[in-house]
Structure formats: C-alpha cells, structure tokens
C-alpha cells in the first residue's frame, strides 16, 4: 500500500476513534466501515480495525456484528488480550439476550444461538432457553432433542430435566414427563458435604 494512503486511512482511523470519545458512536461506526471498505480495496486486512469495528457495533448493541468483527480480529491475532477480552464481553450480551428473551417471541434467538454454538459458546442456560424457545413455536420434535442431549451431557443440571418434562407435555408424553420430573426433584437437594471446611486454599 502506498505511503500516502496508508496515512489517509490512518488518519480516518484516528477521526473514528475521536468521534468515540465525543460519544457520537454511529458517525464512529461508520467512519470505521468505510476505512474496512477502503483496506478492502487494497487487500490488506488489520485486527485493530476488525476490533475498533467490534467495538463500535458492541456500543450501539449491534451483537451480530459486534460478534463478526471481533471473530475477524482473533482470527488474524487469537492471543490478542483486548480482542479476547471483547469476545467474552460480546459473548456475554449474547447470552444474556437469549436468556432474557420471551419464548417463541424474539426472531432473533435462533440467529444468535447458532453463533454461540458455532464458537463453541453454548452453555447449559443458553441450551435450555433455545428448547424453550423452540417448544413455544410449536417445534416440540427439536426441543426434545435437544433438552435429551443436553440431560445426557449435564445430568446435573436441574433445568434441563425440568425443560424437558415441560416439552414432554406438550407433546402429550406425560409418562416421559414425570419421569424427567422425579430426575429433577432428585436434584432439589445439594449434596451434602460431610467434613465441611470454612476458608479457602491459601499457600
């Protein structure tokens, strides 16, 4: 890339980031995209401006973008401590929308559900409130699949038996139902610790 540009595109860089700091984040966002689109032109790539991107995206709640942009930017530097610390905080409001969602609601829970699977960032909580949400849309075949996955790979957790008994029902499985029932109500009750120890570990 020629010198000169290389400056022009720097100094757009740093027009971005003073629009972030006067917390005018569309004019940020979109002085951003036309420097990718710039870069682009040219074949060069950076996972700064792949993050400031995520960041930008992040700010105006834009999380499937956010989530795009900062994937680009592990990509080309995984061990990158802003890049990974901005993928868990973009993770983290993933999550956190499925969670709070209404089942059978929000279009989006499929959407960013299978960009946390894909990362490999699908919990327990995520899974269950995917089968929520499925079950509620009337797709009471793929709820159950999943809720039985998921009881096969985390037995203890009380939630995904619950889920699972409630997706029984509505399939008019009732037999099944109080039989994921009992497996949660076994899990009421935490295990009990015999020889408790007050403190923590120190060396």
Same mark, same amino acid.
């Given at each position: 890339?020629?010198?000169?540009?290389?400056?022009?595109?720097?100094?757009?860089?740093?027009?971005?980031?003073?629009?972030?700091? #006067?917390?005018?984040?569309?004019?940020?966002?979109?002085?951003?995209?036309?420097?990718?689109?710039?870069?682009?032109?040219?074949?060069?790539?950076?996972?700064?401006?792949?993050?400031?991107?995520?960041?930008?995206? *992040?700010?105006?709640?834009?999380? #499937?973008? &956010?989530?795009?942009?900062?994937?680009? !930017?592990?990509?080309? %530097?995984?061990?990158?401590?802003?890049?990974?610390?901005?993928?868990?905080?973009?993770?983290?409001?993933?999550?956190?929308?499925?969670? #709070?969602?209404?089942?059978?609601?929000? *279009?989006?829970?499929?959407? @960013? @559900?299978?960009?946390?699977?894909? &990362?490999?960032?699908?919990?327990? &909580?995520?899974?269950?409130?995917? &089968?929520? *949400?499925?079950?509620?849309?009337?797709?009471?075949?793929? /709820?159950?699949?999943?809720?039985?996955?998921?009881?096969?790979?985390?037995?203890?957790?009380? %939630?995904?038996?619950?889920?699972?008994?409630?997706?029984?029902?509505?399939?008019? %499985?009732?037999? /099944? !139902?109080?039989?994921? %029932?009992?497996?949660?109500?076994?899990?009421?009750?935490?295990?009990?610790?015999?020889?408790?120890?007050?403190?923590?570990?120190?060396?």
């Amino acid at each position: 890339m020629e010198k000169q540009k290389l400056e022009a595109i720097i100094e757009q860089i740093d027009r971005a980031e003073a629009l972030s700091e #006067e917390n005018d984040f569309p004019e940020a966002r979109a002085a951003l995209l036309a420097v990718h689109a710039e870069c682009a032109r040219h074949g060069w790539e950076s996972g700064f401006l792949n993050w400031r991107l995520c960041v930008a995206f *992040d700010t105006l709640e834009e999380h #499937e973008l &956010a989530f795009k942009y900062v994937q680009q !930017a592990l990509r080309m %530097d995984p061990l990158a401590p802003p890049f990974r610390n901005s993928f868990g905080v973009v993770v983290k409001r993933i999550q956190k929308a499925i969670l #709070e969602a209404e089942p059978g609601e929000e *279009d989006f829970v499929s959407r @960013y @559900y299978e960009l946390l699977v894909n &990362a490999g960032e699908g919990n327990d &909580a995520v899974h269950i409130a995917m &089968a929520r *949400d499925l079950n509620a849309r009337g797709e009471h075949e793929r /709820a159950l699949g999943l809720m039985n996955a998921l009881t096969v790979l985390s037995p203890g957790c009380r %939630d995904a038996w619950l889920a699972r008994a409630a997706i029984c029902r509505s399939l008019g %499985d009732h037999e /099944a !139902a109080r039989e994921a %029932d009992v497996e949660a109500a076994a899990l009421t009750e935490g295990p009990k610790v015999p020889f408790a120890v007050s403190g923590s570990a120190e060396a």
